[in-house]
């Protein structure tokens, strides 16, 4: 084929890309705030969360962060939270993992004082985004009610949007989600014995 049929080829079919993407983008007429959920059992959840945080505070958005299960480790986006956007509403947990834990008990307090920090950026009109993180494992874990979560995450500002990051969850958050995204692990550096790299995996 010669290379002025190829280019003709290529101008027609981003043509007719370009037709399909205008017309999705002309239907998309409904703007509110959105549930989107990132799971799955690969590395980057809670960092595509982080990302969007650093997106919305590009347009100076004011922005809440719950962290569950983590706030024992010192991690990057901790820092660079506190010490470059004091303004951010940023709670932790602080327990670290149930696994180093082992106290059921002292987790569920833990994980109820975190949520009443969470019902409160979810009344909150000014804030853009929550991002609950690791928020799947209290649910999966049983460490708060779930009808509670949902109907808090459903009655959130119109124009809020909400990031739950971590594992499991079950169907309902699944369901509630505008987006869910699930990231797979198709190889680890961990399981070949390679130690947690600063700024990469904390």
């Not at 037709?19 to 989107?36: C, K, M, P, Q």
């Not at 945080?53 to 990057?76: E, H, P």
């Not at 008990?105 to 690791?134: G, N, Q, R």
């Not at 809020?160 to 594992?167: A, C, D, E, F, N």
């Amino acid at each position: 084929m010669s290379e002025e049929k190829k280019e003709l080829r290529h101008k027609k079919s981003m043509e007719k890309q370009k037709a399909n993407v205008d017309h999705s983008i002309a239907e998309a007429t409904e703007e509110r705030g959105l549930v989107i959920l990132l799971t799955g059992d690969g590395k980057g959840k809670s960092s595509s969360a982080f990302g969007m945080a650093i997106r919305s505070l590009g347009y100076n958005l004011k922005i809440g962060i719950i962290q569950f299960i983590k706030g024992v480790q010192l991690s990057g986006e901790e820092i660079f939270i506190r010490d470059k956007h004091p303004e951010v509403y940023f709670h932790q947990m602080g327990t670290g993992f149930t696994w180093d834990t082992q106290d059921r008990s002292s987790d569920i307090k833990a994980a109820e004082d975190s949520w009443t920090h969470a019902e409160k950026l979810l009344c909150d009109p000014s804030i853009y985004l929550v991002i609950l993180d690791e928020l799947t494992y209290m649910l999966s874990f049983k460490y708060l009610d779930e009808e509670k979560v949902l109907a808090a995450i459903r009655s959130r500002p119109h124009e809020q949007s909400v990031v739950i990051t971590g594992r499991g969850g079950g169907s309902a958050i699944r369901e509630l989600a505008d987006t869910v995204s699930e990231i797979k692990d198709i190889k680890h550096a961990f399981h070949a014995k390679i130690k947690a790299r600063k700024g990469i995996d904390y």
